[in-house]
């Protein structure tokens, strides 16, 4: 008897709270922000690749191409701007000769903090042995801060559309109850624009790097109270 008791009463305590619960009302919407910004800084991946019939000879011949470029690249970039990504040996089979070869492989990254210095670097790096150029993607030095900036930009979109969608009504925005950050991992979006290397005697040469533009996009989703 005692045990019905006391399941009736709480089911009329859960009633009775869910009774006075009352839904709270909000507004759901989106918020984007941009900021767009020239690059200042670009990362560069380069190899130096040897084939041959012999594991050693080819391990040492690329061990020798790769010190003669290390040693162009600390002459030209902060030992900590640069850094060896990749080595590898491996066997190849050749179906025309029909003779196996070895492959060596070595891979460096470089920051370079200086675009107006790309030229000559890839020129020295090329007399210094390097045959491979794997690519070249472009950066800002000021990511963190312009992320911060797009981030306030976000919210202020949101903050507006909800201030859209309650202006024809009787109602106000009011506190925000939750925010949610939906952006998608940092990937640099570059907008073209060459860039012209100039020659010694002030004349303009080939356009050989084409920096243009980064975008930084923050999305937020924001809900905030209906007073």
């Known amino acids: 008897m005692k045990k019905s008791f006391l399941i009736l009463m709480t089911l009329f305590l859960t009633v009775s709270?869910?009774?006075?619960?009352?839904?709270?009302?909000?507004?759901?919407?989106?918020?984007?922000?941009k900021i767009k910004t020239v690059p200042d800084q670009a990362a560069i991946s380069v190899s130096v690749e040897t084939k041959?019939?012999?594991?050693?000879?080819?391990?040492?011949?690329?061990?020798?191409?790769?010190?003669?470029?290390?040693?162009?690249?600390?002459?030209?970039?902060?030992?900590?701007?640069?850094?060896?990504?990749?080595v590898t040996l491996?066997?190849?089979?050749?179906?025309?000769k029909k003779k196996h070869e070895y492959l060596?492989?070595?891979?460096?990254?470089?920051?370079?903090?200086?675009?107006?210095?790309?030229d000559e670097l890839m020129e020295g790096l090329v007399d210094s042995g390097i045959n491979g150029i794997n690519g070249v993607e472009?950066?800002?030095?000021?990511l963190t801060q312009l992320q911060s900036e797009?981030?306030?930009?976000?919210?202020k979109d949101?903050?507006?559309?909800?201030?859209?969608?309650?202006?024809?009504?009787?109602?106000?925005?009011?506190?925000?109850?939750?925010?949610?950050?939906?952006?998608?991992p940092y990937y640099p979006q570059p907008m073209?624009?060459?860039?012209?290397?100039?020659?010694?005697?002030?004349?303009?040469?080939?356009e050989t790097l084409a920096v243009g533009e980064l975008e930084i996009i923050i999305n937020v989703a924001v809900s905030f109270v209906l007073e």
């Open 17 to 33: 709270q869910a009774q006075e619960l009352k839904p709270i009302p909000m507004i759901n919407v989106s918020g984007e922000g």
């Open 52 to 86: 041959g019939t012999n594991a050693v000879t080819v391990k040492k011949d690329n061990d020798a191409k790769m010190d003669a470029v290390l040693k162009y690249i600390k002459k030209f970039i902060a030992k900590e701007d640069f850094q060896t990504q990749r």
């Open 90 to 96: 491996n066997p190849n089979y050749d179906y025309q």
């Open 104 to 118: 060596a492989n070595q891979t460096v990254k470089i920051l370079l903090k200086d675009l107006s210095k790309y």
């Open 138 to 142: 472009f950066k800002t030095s000021k």
């Open 150 to 155: 797009a981030r306030k930009l976000a919210i």
């Open 158 to 184: 949101a903050k507006a559309k909800a201030d859209d969608y309650v202006s024809v009504l009787s109602q106000k925005v009011g506190k925000v109850f939750t925010i949610t950050d939906n952006s998608q």
């Open 192 to 206: 073209y624009r060459s860039m012209k290397a100039e020659m010694a005697d002030g004349t303009m040469q080939r």
